[in-house]
């Protein structure tokens, strides 16, 4: 993915520009963060989308077979995050677990949607490969 290291650098010194000639110091951090952010989520979801991570699943039984076993991983880790998070986060009130909950089950549902929107890509992708093999 070399166009988001090429977007990050031209990012970068867009930044580096503006704040040499603008009062922007004060969130100077923030916005050299939220570019790293954008590209790896551009990065990621571009890697999802692309369908390149299921090259096996080429049949409606390898598809269901492969969402089940996504599905129990996904529950995993929120099962193993909840308890991680709950170590480090520390909660004290009923408010800091319902933070600490929702924090996991957001993880969680986004871990098996960016997952699952892969599997899906992958699969029409093998399968149309596979249909133009015959």
Do not use: C
């Not at 031209?10 to 951090?29: K, M, N, Q, R």
């Not at 598809?63 to 991983?73: L, V």
């Not at 709950?86 to 960016?114: H, K, N, Q």
């Amino acid at each position: 993915m070399a166009e988001g290291t090429v977007s990050l650098v031209v990012y970068l010194l867009a930044i580096l520009l503006l704040g040499s000639f603008t009062p922007i110091s004060v969130f100077y951090e923030l916005f050299i963060l939220l570019g790293i952010g954008l590209i790896l989520a551009y990065v990621l979801l571009r890697y999802a989308i692309s369908g390149m991570e299921f090259t096996a699943v080429a049949t409606k039984e390898e598809y269901q077979k492969e969402r089940k076993k996504i599905f129990k991983q996904s529950l995993i880790f929120v099962f193993i995050f909840a308890i991680v998070y709950s170590i480090v986060s520390r909660p004290l009130t009923g408010e800091d677990w319902v933070d600490v909950a929702g924090v996991t089950v957001l993880s969680g549902i986004f871990m098996f949607l960016l997952n699952d929107l892969s599997l899906r890509r992958s699969y029409h992708k093998n399968k149309g490969l596979l249909d133009e093999r015959e």
